[in-house]
Each structure stands twice: as C-alpha cells, then as structure tokens.
T-cell receptor, first 114, second 115 residues
C-alpha cells in the first residue's frame, strides 16, 4: 500500500505570496493532521481534520487554513507568507477511532520563503 | 498544559555502546507515548509506542517503558550501530484533550554513532 504522499516536495515563494500544500492519506485513513517543523526543532501541530471536519487547531495565525476533501485528501493554505514560514510541512494520517493514536507521516514539503 | 522534555543533543557514542535518551512529560489526562525517528533526509517514522502505564514498547532493539510514577518514557538500546544515527523525538497524545490525533513533541535528540 502507498504511504502518505505530499506535493510538492520543495517550494520557493517570496514574502506576501500564497501557497497551497497537498496531502493524500493512506487508503482507509480518515484523519489528516498538519505539522510545521522548523529546522532543529520538533514538529508543531497546525491542524487536524477528521471526516472533513476540523478537530483541532494549534497556535498558528489565521493566515493558515486547511480543508479535507470527500476522498480524505487535504490541502494546507498559507496566505501572506513571511520569512518565518520557511519550514518543513508534514502531513500525517491516522485510522478512525481507537485508543492508540498512531500517525503515519509523509515525507514533507520543504517551503522556503525569500 | 501538556509538554514533552527530552535531553539535549547531540549524543555521541561509539558503536556497540549502550544508549539512553531521556524523555519526561506532563499531561492532564492519560497519554499515549511515542518515540519517532528521523533518519537523515527522510521523514518521521514511528519507532515504538506505549498506551498505558508500565507498558513497554520495543522495536529494532530499542525499548521504552511507560513510567507513570516518574512521568518518563526513556529510550534505550543495548548496543547501538552506526545506522542508528538519526534524530529521535519523544511525543505524547493525550486522550483527555478530546482529540485522538494531536501529538505533542519534544525538541528532538540528535544521535551520532561513531564506528
């Protein structure tokens, strides 16, 4: 089975622009979470979607938004990019329900803002 | 609030040495605990997990025991190899938050194994 896939792999944008990152979960997974990983730090939670509804939101500004589609894939949108948005953006998918909250991560999208 | 604290790196060891990477946590509910590994140039991979107190997670020779009394989940391996060189992240997921899928992460510990 295919793992979590993300596109694009790398992206270079300039300040003020908008970016859309995409994620396809593992087949059968209904949950998608987004994380931001700045170099040398642990991931920071941005959003969680389950069954197309937002289940959680981290401490990120309103410039960050996301959605989940009927096929459970997801997009992360970031408006008015800042230099500080440069990071690796990780998508993770998980199975519905269950007490073991295991998440499977994609390879990430490396965003560079210049 | 919920948090995870890991020992700072880098940790440098010789091949076949014993490894311990400390991880402690604070949580308001009943967390599940995880160790993830990030090899150079690769994405995060789940290494092991434990869902309740006294559970021991194990994988690839690595072990960690969920200690509720000391709020710890230290990662250990008896004999490390050069191929274990990576960044290791401790993380928790707290059911009491009402969300099953959010992970709270430590800052990561870089492990360097010298031949």
């Amino acid at each position: 089975d295919a793992g979590v896939t993300q596109s694009p792999t790398h992206l270079i944008k300039t300040r003020g622009q908008h970016v859309t990152l995409r994620c396809s979960p593992i087949s059968g997974h209904k949950s998608v979470s987004w994380y931001q990983q700045v170099l040398g730090q642990g991931p920071q939670f941005i959003f969680q979607y389950y069954e197309k509804e937002e289940r959680g939101r981290g401490n990120f500004p309103d410039r960050f938004s996301a959605r989940q589609f009927p096929n459970y894939s997801s997009e992360l949108n970031v408006n008015a990019l800042l230099l500080g948005d440069s990071a690796l953006y990780l998508c993770a998918s998980g199975e519905a329900g269950g007490p073991i909250n295991e998440q499977y991560f994609g390879p990430g999208t490396r965003l560079t803002v210049t | 609030g919920n948090s995870v604290t890991q020992m700072e790196g880098p940790v440098t060891l010789s091949e076949e040495a014993f490894l311990t990477i400390n991880c402690t946590y604070t949580a308001t509910g009943y967390p599940s605990l995880f160790w993830y590994v990030q090899y150079p140039g690769e994405g995060l991979q789940l290494l092991l997990k434990a869902t309740k107190a006294d559970d021991k997670g194990s994988n690839k020779g690595f072990e960690a025991t969920y200690r509720k009394e000391t709020t710890s989940f230290h990662l250990e391996k008896g004999s490390v190899q050069v191929s274990d060189s990576a960044v290791y992240f401790c993380a928790l997921s707290d059911l009491a938050w009402g969300s099953n899928y959010q992970l709270i992460w430590g800052a990561g510990t870089k492990l360097i194994i010298k031949p």
